[in-house]
């Protein structure tokens, strides 16, 4: 074999699954010990075709395009985001491949969002900006809200609940949370679940989806929180059971909510969420330039440790950080 031949035999074949032109992406991740590989289409069944072929998968931020079965060859994957929801970890467990993701780069962005979120329910922001452009001036009518002073109560109390309470926490509100563990640093106090969707003015949601939060917030929480109470959802569509969330807005159990995450997405066009007290953003809490170009330069990071044989960071499914090729 001469030498050229091994060179290439020893590149990485990366497939990179974000909606980008090939060479953007080559230019993002590309190094000359890897070869940059891209869907012929963005379809599940085109990614499926290619994995037995990877070594390693640079996840699809969209969370569009998932990583189901490994197959006998995929070392690492590593997702340009926070969440990791759309790769089977479990099964990367499995076979010893470790999944690894962004931690903490778009914390900020999120919990500002939650933030500005909050605000554009109480100020009624929408409905001003609506009335004024109607050529109405409801200057006393909308009925606004002041943030100070009200209980805020956090779901989740990882990197983002603690930038979520610390926010909060400025505007002198009185900031409690749950989360499944503990958390003796966080800058609020716990209560149990239940205790805080009875007692909390704004519910904000940043909690990681999986098998024990899958509609954590169902019809009987809803049903438990205070008269003029708002939802904030931060994290993942599956939080809430959506059927009943429109059915506490519609009957005004809930006063209002700010959704960046939905059950389906894109928001399908016939979701009766298009017509409640809801303020509606699409999946872009994280999505700022500060927080972009952190993603970009984490994976990027995390590739060229693989490229040096150093472990990778942010293992998030308790596999060791060293890859390894696996044939």
Not at 16 to 39: H, N, Q, S, T, Y
Not at 98 to 106: F, I, K, L, T
Not at 228 to 240: D, E, F, H, S
Request: hydrophobic fraction near 45%; charged fraction near 20%.
């Amino acid at each position: 074999m001469n030498e050229a031949h091994q060179a290439g035999a020893d590149r990485w074949r990366v497939l990179a699954l974000p909606p980008l032109p090939k060479d953007l992406l080559e230019g993002l991740f590309g190094d000359e010990r890897a070869e940059i590989v891209v869907p012929a289409e963005r379809t599940q069944q085109a990614v499926d075709a290619l994995l037995p072929d990877v070594d390693l998968v640079v996840g699809d931020w969209t969370h569009t395009l998932r990583v189901n079965d490994p197959g006998p060859r995929l070392a690492m994957v590593q997702m340009p985001s926070v969440g990791v929801d759309t790769i089977d970890v479990d099964r990367c467990a499995a076979a010893g491949i470790p999944v690894a993701n962004c931690a903490g780069a778009n914390t900020v962005s999120v919990a500002e969002w939650c933030v500005s979120a909050t605000f554009a329910l109480l100020r009624k922001t929408v409905e001003a900006d609506g009335a004024v452009r109607r050529g109405e001036w409801p200057q006393t009518s909308l009925g606004g809200r002041e943030l100070a002073g009200s209980t805020v109560g956090i779901v989740g109390m990882g990197g983002i609940g603690q930038a979520v309470a610390r926010m909060f926490g400025a505007f002198e509100c009185q900031v409690q949370y749950w989360s499944r563990s503990r958390h003796d640093e966080a800058p609020a106090s716990y209560v149990e679940l239940d205790d805080l969707m009875a007692t909390s003015d704004v519910i904000v949601l940043v909690i990681a989806l999986g098998p024990e939060t899958r509609a954590l917030v169902d019809a009987r929480r809803l049903g438990l929180v205070k008269p003029g109470a708002l939802l904030i959802n931060g994290g993942r569509g599956g939080l809430v059971d959506e059927p009943a969330l429109i059915e506490a807005l519609r009957q005004g159990t809930l006063a209002g909510a700010a959704l960046d995450v939905y059950a389906v997405e894109p928001l399908p066009l016939d979701s009766p969420l298009r017509e409640l007290a809801v303020v509606l953003s699409p999946h872009m809490a994280g999505s700022t330039g500060e927080a972009a170009t952190r993603i970009v330069g984490q994976t990027a990071a995390n590739l060229r440790r693989v490229f040096e044989g150093q472990p990778v960071q942010d293992v998030v499914n308790g596999v060791d950080a060293a890859v390894r090729r696996r044939s």
